[in-house]
């Protein structure tokens, strides 16, 4: 075997080895995920569990406010970040003891489920569909450095660049 054939299966393994890795630990998280706690049962039957606790407390308005804020999800990882955010705000709302499951909780419990560095994306499509974000601004600048106006031009920043 020829010397660049030899370097083309060591550098082809190479790779399959990296983005095997990688697909192992997604698929490690998930099972992680789905193993019992040491207090009880697994994230993934917390999660279901509340959703369904909270199922009459969804209105249609709600679920598809909800729908709206996960639709710039890619699709393949949609309906995971949508599970995980429905038990956020099942959460909230089953503590708080709300007899229906308004807006304001909806946006609250995806703020609070969205890691951090998602936050730039939410404003913008908060803006989006005509939702103030400022009464969040303590979620989502926790250090209480935006102000106001510059959560606003903020949003009017991402449209710039979006259009």
Same mark, same amino acid.
């Not at 038990?87 to 807006?103: N, Q, T, V």
């Given at each position: 075997?020829?010397?660049?054939?030899?370097?083309?299966?060591?550098?082809? &393994?190479?790779?399959?080895?990296?983005? *095997?890795?990688?697909?192992? /630990?997604?698929?490690?998280?998930?099972?992680? /995920?789905?193993?019992?706690?040491?207090?009880?049962? &697994?994230?993934?039957?917390?999660?279901?569990?509340?959703?369904?606790? &909270?199922?009459?407390?969804?209105?249609?308005?709600?679920?598809?406010?909800?729908? $709206?804020?996960? $639709?710039?999800?890619? &699709?393949?990882?949609? $309906?995971?970040?949508?599970?995980?955010?429905? $038990?956020?705000?099942?959460?909230?709302? *089953?503590?708080?003891?709300?007899?229906?499951?308004?807006?304001? @909780?909806?946006?609250?419990?995806?703020?609070?489920?969205?890691?951090?560095?998602?936050?730039?994306? *939410?404003?913008?499509?908060?803006?989006?569909?005509?939702?103030?974000?400022?009464?969040?601004?303590?979620?989502?600048?926790?250090?209480?450095?935006? @102000?106001?106006?510059?959560?606003?031009?903020?949003?009017?920043?991402?449209?710039?660049?979006?259009?």
């Amino acid at each position: 075997m020829s010397a660049w054939a030899q370097w083309l299966v060591i550098g082809w &393994s190479a790779l399959m080895i990296v983005f *095997l890795s990688i697909g192992g /630990f997604f698929m490690f998280r998930k099972f992680l /995920f789905s193993m019992p706690r040491v207090d009880g049962p &697994s994230v993934l039957e917390r999660r279901r569990a509340l959703i369904e606790q &909270s199922l009459p407390l969804w209105t249609d308005e709600g679920k598809r406010l909800l729908n $709206a804020l996960v $639709a710039p999800v890619p &699709s393949l990882f949609r $309906a995971a970040a949508k599970e995980a955010i429905a $038990a956020k705000i099942a959460e909230l709302a *089953l503590e708080r003891g709300l007899s229906s499951i308004d807006p304001a @909780t909806i946006v609250e419990g995806y703020i609070r489920a969205t890691p951090r560095q998602d936050h730039r994306h *939410l404003i913008r499509r908060l803006h989006e569909l005509g939702i103030d974000a400022s009464p969040y601004r303590a979620l989502l600048d926790p250090s209480g450095r935006w @102000t106001k106006a510059e959560l606003k031009a903020r949003s009017k920043q991402s449209d710039r660049t979006r259009g």
